[in-house]
């Protein structure tokens, strides 16, 4: 009865380098979110998505950042080209169906991105 | 006591204390106040939420307090333990389809 898994946990990337992060939601939930957190802060919307659908994606920078949610396989966020300032926590939360409130969600451990 | 750190205000109790954290909210058209509670290294976990309908509501050893009127939010946690500590979070959100909006944080440090 996993919940929902996040990896790599730590990712050091040099600037410039594309970062990968993989969220597998819940079993049987089909909706996630992606959240950013930067050090001694709250969390940030960044993105919504069902399997293969973005439903909501106002949070996320428009260039360089990028993400999916396949029929099959887990949900990736991508960053391209990393800077420093994308050294952050980024947490996937997701919940069962549309329409859920995200009071709903169960979020991941997180997965700590370091731009060197 | 209550202090506000370099970063994240720190409110620092003995095991056994009563605990009251507290957060101020932006959006009176919210539905849903929630706590979340987030140790060194992990996720957020969901603690207890109130409808904006409500002012109070108790779960397991916490309470939590809605107050509309200045748009103000607490979290009363009864009998500390050291288990406790972590950084506290409100949250705010619509219902049906919508999105978290964080609050800054509170870090709890509970001494034996």
């Known amino acids: 009865n996993a919940g929902v898994m996040q990896n790599p946990r730590h990712l050091v990337r040099r600037r410039g380098q594309e970062a990968r992060l993989r969220c597998s939601p819940v079993?049987?939930?089909?909706?996630v979110y992606w959240y950013r957190q930067l050090p001694e802060e709250g969390l940030k919307f960044m993105v919504y998505?069902?399997?293969?659908?973005?439903?909501?994606e106002s949070g996320m920078p428009k260039e360089r950042f990028s993400a999916e949610f396949p029929k099959e396989g887990p949900s990736i966020l991508r960053i391209q080209q990393v800077v420093r300032g994308d050294s952050a926590a980024y947490f996937c939360?997701?919940?069962?169906?549309?329409?859920?409130?995200?009071?709903?969600?169960?979020f991941g451990q997180g997965t700590r991105l370091t731009v060197v | 006591g209550e202090s506000v750190g370099l970063h994240l205000p720190t409110l620092s109790v003995q095991e056994g204390d009563n605990s009251i954290i507290n957060c101020a909210y932006s959006?009176?058209?919210?539905?849903?106040f929630i706590w979340y509670k987030q140790e060194s290294g992990k996720g957020p976990q969901f603690i207890i939420d109130?409808?904006?309908?409500?002012d109070k509501r108790q779960g397991q050893r916490v309470t939590v307090l809605l107050n509309k009127t200045v748009k103000h939010l607490s979290l009363q946690i009864a009998a500390t333990q050291p288990g406790d500590s972590a950084v506290y979070f409100c949250?705010?959100?619509?219902?049906?389809?919508?999105?978290?909006?964080f609050g800054k944080g509170t870090m709890l440090l509970v001494s034996p």
């Open positions: 079993k049987g939930h089909s909706h």
């Open positions: 109130i409808r904006s309908n409500m």
């Open positions: 949250a705010e959100t619509g219902s049906g389809y919508s999105t978290l909006t």
């Open positions: 998505l069902q399997k293969e659908n973005i439903i909501d």
């Open positions: 959006n009176s058209a919210s539905d849903y």
């Open positions: 939360a997701s919940t069962r169906q549309d329409g859920l409130s995200a009071r709903e969600a169960f």
